[in-house]
């Protein structure tokens, strides 16, 4: 058994189902836990966040994720320096942090958006894909001596408009949304970025939270 890093609690970890992923949980199972689980063969327990996709199945545990009850805060996004902030102020619509390059390759073995590009070319259609990025350059503000990176993406793979994304897509975002921010995922069919940096929604029927 494991113990939290933060607040040395006892853990346990979760091999998520179909991601194979792992996720801490507090070491002991309570009955309105986020996740249903079951012991595996390696140690680990195996299961699944429970959404309205997968309902907790009847005789089997559930666990808390124990980000949820941490008692230490956790923040992985470092606290930003005062140029950092003065960078943000002056492109407050586009990422000060990171740019990405307008460039995809030529290469269709890499490249699976240019067979679509007539289906793909609707201005109200969403698509998720997965992307391979790299840093291609680095670029120091004078103005601040910030240094911000430039990504170009290597390979993208498209996987659906966002309306018909696969179960496990969506639970997979949720899930890495969750661990990055500490927060309940966002939507994925209703809200994009809009122009002005602010979350637009496209979709409005009541939906319940992912996680």
Not at 25 to 49: K, R
Not at 137 to 148: A, I, N, P
Request: glycine letters at 6%; hydrophobic letters at 35%.
């Amino acid at each position: 058994m494991s113990r939290c890093k933060h607040c040395k609690t006892r853990i346990r970890w979760v091999r998520l189902t179909p991601s194979n992923r792992r996720l801490p949980v507090n070491a002991v199972p309570v009955a309105d836990g986020e996740v249903t689980a079951w012991e595996g063969i390696d140690g680990d327990l195996v299961g699944f966040v429970i959404s309205r996709d997968r309902p907790p199945i009847a005789g089997r545990r559930r666990w808390r994720i124990h980000k949820v009850s941490c008692p230490t805060p956790q923040t992985k996004q470092p606290a930003r320096s005062k140029d950092q902030k003065k960078l943000l102020d002056k492109e407050k619509i586009m990422s000060a942090f990171v740019k990405l390059s307008p460039k995809l390759p030529g290469d269709p073995e890499i490249n699976g958006l240019d067979e679509l590009a007539e289906t793909i070319a609707q201005p109200d259609e969403i698509y998720a894909v997965l992307a391979w990025v790299k840093c291609s350059k680095v670029t120091k503000d004078l103005e601040t001596g910030t240094e911000v990176p430039t990504v170009e993406i290597r390979r993208i793979e498209p996987i659906a408009p966002v309306g018909a994304t696969p179960d496990e897509v969506v639970r997979l975002a949720a899930d890495l949304y969750h661990r990055r921010t500490g927060r309940d995922p966002l939507p994925f069919e209703e809200l994009v970025a809009s122009h002005h940096g602010e979350v637009e929604v496209v979709d409005s029927p009541e939906t319940d939270s992912l996680l």
